[in-house]
């Protein structure tokens, strides 16, 4: 694989904290919502419908909420009919963008995507112009603990595994989205705890940014899982450890 989604690990260490939980149940309530209107509420009838749960489940996420958002999908309660589209731009530095959204209003998200673009330097982009730089991929994390990078590396790849990317406390497991919930189901038999299963979207090639324009795109990616209407951000930037660690901080 090219490249690794730097703001995946960035993203998953802060928003880590209790304070960004009720966001992500919100995102999550809406793609269970459309995922059982498109495909019924039977999870195993239900593929789409299953992965998502599965990052439900690894989030914690209240069966109340999770049961409530299936409902809503199916009709059984009364809810709010969300539309799926996808967005794409360039942050500073001619970082490459796609921002994936669930909305009941195209218009309203539509401008407050390009607005959030252009306040952090960016710019919107056609349909296509960047989106053939990512690929999709099944996406896990597992507690390192005390594995060496080698020994995490055997697990992953044993288990079925495509990819696999090792930091200080976290194994990034990357797989053949059709072998999402294999790979997911062998990691378990292992004695492993799956902190993330979903599907993610993994650029192909990356572009190194650095200072002033590190910063802002690590804003401008921060704004944009913040708006309500996003469910998911994806950009081909790849920055040093030392932004990182700076990013962290922040």
Do not use: C
Not at 95 to 112: G, I, S, W
């Amino acid at each position: 694989m090219s490249g690794h989604s730097k703001w995946s690990t960035i993203k998953r260490k802060k928003w880590a904290q209790d304070a960004k939980r009720g966001q992500i149940f919100s995102k999550l309530a809406k793609e269970i919502s459309v995922a059982a209107r498109l495909g019924g509420g039977d999870p195993e009838m239900n593929p789409r419908l299953r992965t998502v749960l599965l990052e439900a489940k690894s989030q914690n996420m209240p069966k109340d909420n999770v049961d409530r958002a299936i409902k809503k999908g199916t009709g059984e309660l009364p809810g709010t009919s969300y539309e799926e589209t996808h967005y794409e731009g360039y942050a500073p530095g001619g970082v490459a963008v796609v921002v994936e959204v669930l909305t009941d209003n195209k218009n309203r998200t539509v401008a407050e995507i390009r607005h959030l673009l252009g306040k952090y330097g960016g710019s919107m982009a056609e349909h296509g112009a960047v989106l053939w730089n990512f690929e999709q991929k099944g996406y896990m994390t597992i507690p390192r603990g005390d594995m060496t990078e080698d020994e995490a590396i055997e697990k992953a790849i044993e288990a079925g595994a495509d990819d696999v990317n090792v930091d200080s406390d976290f194994v990034e497991v990357f797989t053949d989205p059709q072998e999402l919930h294999a790979v997911g189901e062998a990691l378990q038999n292992m004695g492993f705890t799956l902190d993330t299963q979903k599907f993610m979207r993994i650029p192909k090639t990356t572009v190194q940014v650095e200072g002033s324009h590190a910063q802002s795109v690590l804003k401008l990616m921060e704004a944009l899982e913040e708006q309500e209407d996003v469910q998911n951000v994806y950009a081909n930037f790849d920055i040093t450890d030392e932004e990182m660690a700076e990013a962290m901080g922040s």
